[in-house]
């Protein structure tokens, strides 16, 4: 086997799968803390990116720069929309409507976005990516790298937050009985709230990374959701750690197979992973056990 | 002949011996019973019979077949029901309904659901409540229908898992008298109870199980006298 | 037995006859365009009721059924390509639907034997990946022809336009789902099925054999599912993987089954009417707002209607009742 | 209080049910007195929904630029006004046929196209069997022409000819290239035209090192680029679309992947992709349809020139050479008009099969089967060149000089 080669595939694999990670790690949460699958989740990524589009045209901010921002904004508008519908719909029917609902925020948002920006193609640039650089003889593309270092530094925050952090340590303790987390006196409503918010926040901070990267449009939402489905089905749920395993497995299967199998296979392979990976074992490799498969 | 051999069972979690060479037989038309104190291994031997566990070591018998391991749905079919300490009923379907799956389902054979429904439901003194839905009963109700709904399931042995927990004083007394009719209706009972009154009240015989062993087995009355059963059984609770 | 259901009443009988009247008369009345509409509400309420069959009863809610439908189209279009114009199109397209509906039965007990193991979103999960499975597969290997699509021949019968022919096949298929349904729900393997859906391990130990009944609730629906695939790329004339391995395939028909009332047959019917009219009829001529709406209508339903238009129905007519015998009583 | 609101919230959903259904009935009924309609359906959400914008711009703008600056049209002595009704397919076929099952119900003759076979397909199987026509500017699947329909054109060149001219380019580069690569995605448009390059090289003795195929939806194609690095071809063909070519081209340049002619069907046509590469766009080639430069006399607009400024003052939107095209389709389908004396579909039809006009597109002339003609209406081919698309081929248009070899990415800074 050609080195250079398996290395190369190597390094590409995990560049790609950091970024999966970052863009799935939200979805994660909500699944895990609220037994939800968000269909919107992917359309929050891409407003993630459009945010960040607007602001470095109208204010000329780098969008590596405007992650705060529209991490705020998104965890405003992903808390609003657990508030106002999700919680209501959950309440009032089952835990399976939340996907009609999600559906349909995805529908709204997305529209929303075709009105504001057109459907074509978009792209953010940023003054401080990195440049590509040698390995040995394996080429590390700068945008690339750039994503992967931010998308750590992101996942790494995220998870002192929710172990360090008493709003953190509430999650958890949601995640794994909201009754009984309940009991010990934490507000599961405002958890649930919270959650959605963080979820979203880090959504829009992986969207302006992956525009960084690669062309978007505001059709590009259910790819990503679907990614964040595989990428929570291959780590676990409801985990930082977690989603970077299932992430990085991820973006290995995607580069492998398609360097030593055929780049066409990438996804018949992911989503035999997926598939083999319910079955063998159905709480991820972390085996994080989830009140939603009851 | 005895309708239920346990034969030296043995359940491994992960380093924990719950259930450790455990032997014993049931016979016909009897109403047996299991205590032991809490984690004594007493619902992981429910589990093992009723085919929701599947043993490490060990056999079960059950009249004559060996049905170590079968599914839960083929052990309700050959004649063995079970009813559970925190009853599941279907909340939506009316008492009439639950008991009616039961009786269209459980042991194979001749059926007649309608007949056996109405029957069961009297057994258990449910006949006012029939036509409501099962989320909407009180504690004691609930319990008496989890019991309905194994005998409609025309079981030969029911499987009773601490049927009077957290009832009062009546309640038991209702359910104990319901547990005797069931034994006039010649269905053996193999009981696990917390509550000594009502297992002297009822059993034929005792059998005591403390950390995954047995440690007793005999009439009632002999097994309440014997020292190590209260030292092991009585201590523990009493702490 | 007959599960325990209540005989049906009268009305309900003389409202069926009456559907089913209208409907056959439709054809040779309304224009071809509201036949169309009405073939895709039978296809796609017909499909709605079949994916009910498991998911209407249980919370094992597939999100991959149009794994079934590309499953179907597939191997009913290359078989009939495989058999060449010696045979007439009437008899590529019944082997056609044997072969699909056979394909479609091995295929869906190979993958219920694992998948079904798996409760609540992980199944839904697992049944989305299996759909994004064959939808590749099919794109990618070129033996299916599926990223550049073939041609399906025109069915022909003499007396009747295209449009009506496929109106008349839509409608049987949908009534063969009804009936599948009607069955099934009246039977043990309906009862069965509720109380899966209520609570499958208390199920398991009442008897029901749980695995079983789970996997012939599951087959059906593929089966069906596969069918409507046939006569759904039959009526096209065309096909690519695009055409019929669609996410949008599978969420609709649990959108139609949830806005109508789910578990139900007339709920997915009703959901389907609904939701097609709105979307290409009310909405139809918007070019640029008709999926927000669309979106704005599904949140709105799953607020007001929780249980389906059936469940808002029946809560009125309840409270109606209720609100009588309150007056009635001094 | 929620029982309130519940049915007042439903009867505002009834109201905006009726009101809907009410206006889209208003304009149907002003069809007499000489309305010509044009109707069809376009993907406006999905995938597809950039090339839907810029080709309903198109329409829009043939049509208000025959209503408003010529007042109408004289057909056979008949003055006629036009009108055109564009619905949203959103890529699916079922609404699509659905939908133009009831422009045909109502009325409509004649028929602009949507894109993407699985669509187009069963829509012209509806509109042939009602003997209506469609001009359409998005598909160019083989098959769409090949079923034997006599109703259906397009005014690109079907795929399996679209490299006629890429191909005798590439006979005329020298040093003479001997290898190409191509990477394409498993789509119909995508795989048809990798294969028709594909052949076409062969056919000139240029050895096809890769045929690559990447995933609908391209997010990474570094192993298909490692390949690339590896075993270097001198022309690389991308056949994928806009979105997937910017993946593409991004990811060369990051991973300094370097090859002597990078070839991007699609892609660098839009100011969108050049903007996004600013110097390292340079060199790269692609198929014109249409360009700027090149002046063609318009029967209704004059000329390209005069075309581009009634564009320009009329939309927003940067034109693109869908939009072009797709006012090309209008103006073709009143030039048949005309030249019937007639807006019976036969006399249009047979009209349309004899046509051979120019347009702001182009030249116009359909092969028997209804597509473009491959040399008349094939694709020019262009490179760029200081930020600037430059004609380089067919000869009789160039505006610029072929560089070949192009300079690596870092040379291009």
């Not at chain 2, 194979?108 to 659901?113: E, I, K, N, S």
């Not at chain 3, 005989?7 to 008369?25: C, D, E, K, R, Y």
């Not at chain 3, 003499?158 to 789902?177: A, R």
């Not at chain 4, 009726?18 to 000489?34: C, E, I, K, N, Y």
């Amino acid at each position: 086997m050609d080195g250079t080669l398996f290395f190369q595939t190597l390094v590409d694999g995990l560049i790609l799968g950091g970024i999966f990670s970052l863009s799935a790690v939200g979805f994660s949460l909500i699944f895990g803390v609220l037994g939800i699958v968000n269909l919107a989740h992917g359309i929050f990524v891409l407003l993630g990116a459009y945010l960040g589009l607007a602001l470095k045209q109208t204010m000329g901010i780098d969008p590596l720069a405007a992650i705060p921002i529209v991490c705020a904004a998104l965890f405003v508008l992903g808390a609003l929309l657990q508030l106002t519908l999700v919680a209501g719909a959950v309440r009032r029917s089952s835990l399976m409507s939340s996907l009609l609902i999600t559906f349909g925020a995805s529908l709204i948002l997305r529209d929303a976005v075709i009105l504001v920006f057109g459907p074509d193609v978009q792209f953010l640039s940023s003054a401080w990516l990195v440049d590509t650089f040698h390995i040995g003889d394996v080429i590390v593309d700068g945008a690339r790298a750039t994503g992967l270092i931010a998308s750590l530094l992101l996942l790494g925050l995220l998870s002192l937050a929710l172990y360090h952090l008493k709003v953190g340590r509430a999650m958890r303790a949601t995640a794994q009985q909201d009754f009984a987390a309940g009991l010990c006196g934490i507000d599961a409503r405002r958890i649930y709230a919270v959650t959605f918010g963080i979820s979203a926040a880090f959504a829009g901070a992986s969207g302006i990374i992956i525009g960084l990267i690669n062309p978007f449009s505001p059709f590009d939402d259910t790819y990503w959701t679907l990614n964040a489905f595989v990428t929570v089905v291959l780590g676990g749920v409801g985990s930082p750690v977690g989603a970077l395993l299932g992430g990085l497995l991820l973006g290995e299967i995607s580069t492998f197979s398609s360097q030593y199998v055929g780049s066409l296979y990438s996804n018949v392979f992911i989503f035999s992973a997926l598939l083999l990976m319910l079955i063998v074992r159905p709480n991820g490799l972390l085996g994080n056990a989830y009140k939603g498969s009851v | 002949m005895t309708l239920l051999t346990i034969d030296s069972l043995t359940k491994q979690f992960k380093g924990l011996r719950a259930i450790e060479e455990v032997s014993f037989t049931v016979e016909p038309q009897s109403i047996t019973s299991i205590v032991g104190p809490n984690g004594a291994g007493k619902s992981t031997l429910f589990n093992m019979i009723s085919g929701y566990l599947k043993p490490t070591a060990g056999k079960i018998l059950f009249d004559g077949r060996d049905i170590t391991g079968s599914a839960p749905y083929r052990v309700c079919r050959q004649g063995i029901a079970r009813a559970f300490q925190i009853s599941k009923p279907f909340p939506e379907l009316s008492v009439r309904e639950n008991v009616l799956v039961a009786a269209s389902f459980g042991r194979l054979g001749v059926r007649d659901p309608m007949a056996t429904t109405t029957q069961a439901i009297d057994i258990c003194h449910l006949t006012p409540w029939a036509n409501q839905p099962a989320g909407s009963l009180s504690i004691g109700n609930l319990r008496r229908l989890e019991l309905a709904r194994a005998i409609a399931a025309r079981p030969i042995l029911l499987l009773a898992d601490e049927p009077c927990a957290g009832l009062n004083e009546k309640e038991t007394r209702e359910l104990t008298d319901v547990l005797s009719k069931i034994r006039e209706a010649e269905v053996t009972v193999l009981l696990v109870e917390h509550d000594i009154k009502a297992v002297r009240r009822v059993s034929d015989r005792v059998i005591v199980i403390e950390a995954g062993r047995k440690i007793a087995d005999g009439a009632a009355a002999d097994v309440f006298a014997d020292q190590t059963v209260i030292d092991a059984y009585l201590g523990t609770t009493a702490s | 037995m007959r599960g325990f259901h209540k005989p049906v009443p009268a009305t309900v009988w003389a409202l069926a006859a009456l559907l089913l009247a209208g409907a056959v008369v439709l054809p040779f009345v309304a224009s071809p365009f509201h036949l169309r509409l009405a073939q895709q509400i039978l296809l796609f309420g017909g499909l709605a009721v079949a994916w009910n069959l498991l998911g209407g009863f249980t919370t094992y809610w597939s999100f991959g059924h149009a794994a079934f439908f590309g499953l179907g189209a597939f191997a009913a279009g290359l078989l009939g390509q495989q058999l060449g114009a010696e045979f007439s199109v009437a008899a590529r397209l019944i082997i056609g639907l044997a072969f699909a509906v056979a394909i479609s039965l091995v295929a869906a007990v190979a993958v219920a034997l694992p998948v079904l193991r798996l409760r609540g979103i992980y199944f839904a999960i697992a049944m989305l990946a299996f759909a994004q499975i064959l939808g590749e597969v099919s794109k990618t290997f070129d033996l299916f022809q599926g990223a550049m699509g073939f041609p399906l021949p025109l069915l022909k019968f003499p007396g009747l336009e295209k449009v009506q022919l496929f109106y008349f096949l839509f409608l049987l298929f949908c009534l063969v789902s009804v009936a599948v349904f009607v069955l099934v729900k009246r039977s043990r393997l309906g009862v069965g099925l509720t109380c899966i859906g209520q609570d499958e391990d208390t199920a398991a130990m009442l008897g029901v054999p749980t695995e079983r009944y789970k996997l012939v609730a599951f087959v059906l629906s593929a089966m069906l599912t596969a069918a409507g695939g046939v006569l759904y790329v039959y009526g096209l004339g065309f096909m690519t993987s695009e055409t019929v391995f669609r996410i949008d395939i599978s969420l609709n028909l649990i959108l139609f089954s949830m806005v109508g009332g789910i578990g139900t047959v007339a709920g997915p019917l009703i959901g389907a009417t609904i939701m097609i009219l709105l979307t290409q009829v009310v909405l139809g001529d918007l070019l640029d707002l008709h999926m927000m709406l669309t979106g704005a209508v599904l949140i709105a339903m799953v607020i007001l209607a929780p249980k389906g238009l059936l469940g808002l129905f029946r809560r009125a007519w309840s409270r109606r009742r209720l609100a009588e015998t309150v007056e009635a009583t001094p | 209080m929620t029982k309130i609101s519940r049915r007042t919230a439903l009867g505002l959903f009834g109201a905006s049910v009726v009101g809907s259904t009410a206006l889209r009935f208003a304009p149907a009924r002003a069809q007499d007195g000489g309305v010509i309609r044009f109707g069809g359906s376009l993907g406006m959400s999905g995938r597809y929904a950039e090339t839907g914008l810029n080709i309903r711009h198109g329409y829009e703008t043939a049509i208000k630029y025959l209503n408003e600056e010529m007042g109408g049209v004289e057909i056979g002595g008949k003055a006629y006004r036009f009108e055109l009704g564009i619905v949203d397919d959103a890529s699916d076929p079922a609404r699509a046929t659905t939908l133009i099952q009831r422009q045909v119900d109502e009325g409509v003759d004649f028929f602009l196209g949507s894109y993407g076979s699985n669509v187009v397909l069963p829509c012209a199987g509806i509109t042939e069997a009602a003997g209506k026509i469609m001009v359409q500017v998005g598909a160019s699947a083989d098959q769409i022409f090949t079923q034997g329909y006599d109703y259906i054109f397009g005014l690109f060149p079907r795929a399996s000819r679209a490299w006629v001219t890429s191909i005798e380019l590439f006979k005329t580069i020298e040093p003479k290239p001997k290898s190409v690569s191509i990477i394409a995605t498993n789509g119909a448009f995508s795989k048809l035209n990798a294969e028709a390059a594909a052949a076409g090289c062969k056919e000139i003795g240029i050895e096809v090192l890769d045929v690559l195929e990447l995933p609908e939806q391209v997010t990474d194609a570094s192993s298909a680029l490692a390949t690339i690095r590896s075993r270097t071809p001198d022309i690389l063909i991308t056949t994928t679309v806009d979105q997937n070519s910017l993946v593409i081209v991004r990811q060369m340049i990051a991973t300094e992947t370097n090859v002597p002619l990078l070839y991007q069907f699609l892609g660098p046509q839009l100011p969108a992709y050049r903007e996004s590469l600013g110097a390292k766009a340079t060199g790269v080639i692609m198929q014109l349809p249409w360009d700027a430069s090149l002046d063609f006399s318009d029967p209704v607009f004059g000329d390209t020139e005069s075309y581009i400024s009634y564009y320009n003052e009329t939309n927003k939107r940067p034109l693109s050479y869908h939009t072009v095209g797709a006012s090309a389709c209008i103006t073709t389908y009143v030039e048949a008009m005309r030249a019937a004396g007639s807006i019976d579909p036969a006399a249009v039809r047979d009209a349309l099969d004899a046509i051979d006009i120019t347009t702001a597109f182009g030249p116009v002339k359909f092969t028997e089967d209804g597509d473009g003609d491959p040399i008349l209406m094939g694709a020019k081919i262009g490179q760029v060149q200081d930020g600037k698309i430059k004609v380089i081929f067919p000869t009789d248009f160039k505006t610029g000089e072929l560089v070949y070899p192009t300079p690596t990415w870092a040379q291009k800074g």
